[in-house]
């Protein structure tokens, strides 16, 4: 089969593949993101927020200048994490991730105009490039390729269980001390914890990465381990049907992910929800996203990855829809149905670039890829706060939902289905 990898024994001087053989570094990595993405989490309630009630950001497209600057830091930082990993090793990158994130909820506590808000989010998406980035390619080299839709899942539903558990626990924290400071203090406390798990005990994974090249066969001719940068950008974006897909999807993807972020708490609050109400929502959607993606992760290992993309795109289309025409507490827990498809889509499309690309050059790819996926919350940022600003917030989300069942189309009309490598 395309891309697949031997059996997973070690070489003669490499480290063995497997999850079983590496679960302790593993579940530490997952607990790893768990507090990478409770680190974005502290934002996804609080923010919309304070732009609107503290700084008086009364147009959205100002109100979402924060999800603009974290979505084109985190993109670039994306493809940097994959190329640094490649040339230092993960580990490194991993740290300075974290060290990037150390200023972070001070800026969001003591800031004293908007400004001070951009900057901060400016040094998340950088955080969030490196550190996610990195917990994602160091799973990928330590299971190898036959569990590697199961592995995406877990990485991605540590981290979007780590957004959920933290945006609700800061709407509460929020209701009872106030805007600012105590919800950040919970996002500083992540950053501490994530950079001392990751210095004293997170082991360097390149090696597997090594191992694994020496057994890989290659998806096709033109992905071959020795693709320089520029070609792996080139084949990751545009050239290879099944990368490209991928590409384009994960940036309508995050475009939704961008507008739900920043403009759901502003159109429940407009509803007159309270805010422990506006937290329950807000945590619901990536609850559900980060669950559901223990089991479709895995699945995808066994029945390909081409239909739950296309599937998961569609689902989140309808419920887009849903919030759109909804005035109301109950119906917006469309929000569920938002993160049940997203959790159809996001582990998956990792997997998908994993099965093509060749070991030597994944972490690039992949870098690529979220270059691209991360992107969509600069367009998203962009789009639907002109679409709000001109139309109001359902004619955004109406739009946006149009686009996401298009690019669902994409996939299923341009990605190979034969790609997985499932054992």
């Known amino acids: 089969m395309p891309g697949r990898t031997l059996?997973?024994?070690a070489g003669p001087a490499g480290p063995m593949l497997?999850?079983?053989q590496n679960l302790a570094q593993?579940?530490?990595l997952v607990a790893v993101n768990a507090l990478v993405g409770g680190t974005l989490g502290q934002e996804r309630t609080v923010l919309p927020l304070l732009a609107t009630r503290e700084f008086h950001l009364d147009l959205y497209t100002g109100a979402l200048t924060y999800i603009l600057a974290f979505g084109l830091?985190?993109?670039?930082m994306n493809y940097f994490a994959g190329t640094l990993s490649d040339r230092y090793?993960?580990?490194p990158v991993l740290v300075a991730g974290w060290l990037a994130a150390v200023p972070v909820p001070l800026m969001l506590i003591f800031g004293p105009s908007w400004g001070w808000i951009v900057a901060a989010n400016v040094l998340l998406g950088v955080s969030q490039g490196l550190t996610w980035s990195t917990a994602v390619i160091m799973k990928m080299d330590l299971v190898g390729s036959r569990q590697r839709g199961l592995a995406m899942g877990f990485n991605e539903a540590a981290g979007y269980l780590g957004v959920a558990v933290t945006a609700l626990a800061t709407g509460y924290l929020?209701?009872?001390f106030?805007?600012?400071?105590a919800p950040f203090l919970l996002g500083a406390a992540y950053i501490a914890l994530g950079l001392g798990l990751t210095v004293l005990a997170v082991r360097e994974t390149h090696q597997h990465a090594k191992t694994e090249a020496t057994q890989h066969a290659a998806a096709s001719s033109s992905a071959h381990a020795g693709l320089?940068?520029?070609?792996?950008f080139t084949l990751t974006s545009f050239k290879d049907h099944s990368l490209s897909a991928a590409s384009q999807a994960g940036l309508v993807n995050n475009l939704n992910d961008g507008l739900a972020w920043g403009l759901f708490p502003v159109l429940f609050a407009g509803a007159g929800l309270s805010l422990g109400q506006i937290g329950i929502l807000a945590a619901a959607y990536p609850a559900a996203w980060g669950a559901a993606q223990l089991v479709t992760g895995a699945a995808s290992d066994r029945w390909g990855r081409k239909w739950f993309i296309t599937a998961g795109m569609l689902v989140q289309a309808v419920a887009l829809g849903v919030t759109a025409t909804a005035h109301s507490f109950g119906p917006w827990l469309a929000a569920v149905v938002l993160g049940l498809g997203t959790a159809l889509v996001y582990p998956t499309l990792l997997a998908a670039i994993g099965d093509v690309a060749h070991p030597a050059w994944r972490a690039r790819s992949v870098g690529v890829y979220r270059l691209w996926r991360d992107g969509g919350f600069a367009v998203g940022a962009l789009l639907s706060g002109v679409l709000a600003d001109l139309y109001g917030i359902p004619a955004a989300v109406a739009a946006v939902a149009v686009l996401t069942a298009a690019s669902g189309a994409v996939v299923a009309v341009r990605m190979r289905g034969n790609d997985h490598a499932a054992g």
């Open 7 to 9: 059996p997973h024994a």
């Open 18 to 20: 497997g999850l079983r």
């Open 26 to 28: 593993f579940m530490l």
């Open 73 to 76: 830091s985190k993109a670039v």
């Open 89 to 91: 090793g993960r580990k």
């Open 174 to 176: 929020a209701t009872s």
């Open 178 to 181: 106030g805007l600012r400071p």
């Open 228 to 232: 320089t940068t520029g070609q792996v």
